[in-house]
């Protein structure tokens, strides 16, 4: 009775394994019906993938990236015969292709039981991948105008998981491998669609991988650069900032935030040494003349680098409001000391000479101030500026005026 008891158990285990085998070939021969029911199909194989006797097979795995595949290229058919498919279920279908396949794909090479590795499933798999990949890329930019923004991420970085992986790469050498405009595409807007999800480990990721393909690589380091600055991770802002600014020596964005940075934490020797890389890299840059400008004026308080660095900036665009004001100021803010100065003086022979030098200094800022004020009137910093200076220099017609106008805007 026991040896009996034994043996129906055996049947009764055998019985179950053919049963889930069965429910494998029973979903995908629904899905492959002339009218096909994918929910069925995917209900079927779900319990095939949980059960212990089919979870591990490949078959079970391959049939469940087959169903998604099958329904995919029915509504895909539609598309290509000029019936209108249903794009969200169709690229639904698609995204889900991959990772059953992949899983197939790993069970597949295991060796056997006498250590042989023998894949019946792979090549198939491979061929069904490199008819698909390119929907993939169609599949983002489906989402991308439905502001879905992590189904476009989730498309262009599966578009490029496939490209890169081992399945894609048979007989491709270390070395061989060829990197077309599709798999720039998918890297750059996989970024780009990351960097909507406010999800900080996605976007860095997403823009890191980018970032080392040539293609506006510029515009993604500062997009990288802008992503840790705003998780206020310093460390790797600044990391970013001198790589953009070793491959771009002639972009501001990184010069220009590599010096702020270096201001913000009072290394001013540092801000210069940057500044003059940068100048040294493109000379014709204002701007670069214009901040170095300004740490000399805030930083070191050396007026007469400040301003020697503020007239190379106007040389250079002398139609920059904001050079002009900065110039202006230098002069400015050395009359009002003068004339501090001078008002602490008994000696009316010598307060006057010492008020007249306040004056010309006053009469050297007048010019940059009005230029300033002419190219930005709403500036509120050049209007007061300009009124102290009438004041200061008796000239009253231009007091009134631009007080007038001061007051009418308040």
Known sequence: MKKLGLTLGLCLIAAVSFGQKKAVSEALKLAKDSKPNFAEARAIIKGALEHEETKNDAKTWYTAGQIEDLQFTAEN???MIGQQPDEASMYEALINVYPYFKKA??????PDIKGKVKPKYTKDIRSTLKANLVYYINGGAY??????????YDFFDQYIEIADSELMKENVKPGEETVDSTYIFANYYAAIAA??????AITVAAMKRASKIDYKRNDMLQYLAEEY???EDTVNFLKTLEEGLSVYPREPYFSLNLVSLYI???????????????IKNDPENAQLYDVAGRVYESGYKDYAKAEEFFLKAIGIDSENAESLSNLGRIYFNQGVTQL???????????YNEEKEKAKDLFKKALPYF???FQLNPEASDNRMALRSIYYNLDMGDKYKEIDELMNDSN
């Open 77 to 79: 058919t539609k598309q």
């Open 105 to 110: 794909h790993e069970l597949d090479n295991l």
């Open 143 to 152: 989402f991308f105008d439905q502001k879905e923004y992590k189904k476009t």
């Open 195 to 200: 960097g909507q999800l406010n999800d900080h």
């Open 229 to 231: 600055k705003n998780a």
């Open 264 to 278: 913000n934490v009072g290394q001013n020797d540092k801000a210069i040494e940057y500044i003059n890389t940068a």
């Open 340 to 350: 501090d100065e001078a008002n602490n003086i008994a000696d009316v022979k010598k």
């Open 370 to 372: 009005e230029k300033a």
